[in-house]
């Protein structure tokens, strides 16, 4: 955690509970579901490297974030809704991968500063069934990093 956030401006972060909708988020952002935004937002998939080639991994994480809670309401909600709003995420979740965890690194392009290599570190809220805070941030002295610094002010 080291390298985590050295100067929490330059760490953009966000509040998500265990069905993905984002409860907290700085200002400049609106709330949204990330799972339901990762299939049907364009703007996030192309921000993204490796937009819809990512989406398995998003779809086996949901698994293994649902676990055997399969009945619960919001995700009951949250499967139908994307299985009818798009055509990729019913394949995808036929095949019943499940991987816990993402990838430790999201390389983002930012339409002010361009590509952004973003650490991300995962935090569970002590005493919450399911809250995660979610938090990005660029080793010192990169171009990402500079990138952080110019974006911090806007948010």
């Known amino acids: 955690m080291s390298g985590c956030c050295s100067t929490p401006s330059t760490c953009p972060a966000f509040v998500v509970d265990g069905d993905w909708d984002v409860l907290a988020i700085d200002r400049s952002r609106p709330r949204s579901n990330r799972l339901v935004s990762s299939f049907t937002d364009p703007g996030v998939r192309s921000s993204h490297r490796g937009g819809p080639e990512n989406t398995p991994g998003v779809v086996a994480q949901l698994r293994a974030d ?23 995420f019913p394949r995808l979740r036929v095949r019943h991968d499940v991987k816990a965890g993402g990838s430790p690194t999201a390389v983002v392009h930012q339409p002010v500063v361009g590509e952004l290599v973003l650490h991300r570190e995962a935090f569970a809220v002590l005493g919450t069934a399911s809250l995660v805070v979610v938090s990005h941030h660029a ?12 974006l911090a002010p806007l948010s």
């Not at 676990?67 to 299985?83: C, F, H, I, K, T």
């Not at 080793?139 to 110019?150: F, I, K, N």
């Open 66 to 88: 649902i676990g055997a809670d399969e009945d619960d309401p919001r995700s009951q909600a949250l499967v139908g809704e994307l299985s009818v709003e798009t055509d990729r």
């Open 139 to 150: 080793e010192p002295g990169t171009p990402s990093a500079d990138g952080l610094a110019v």
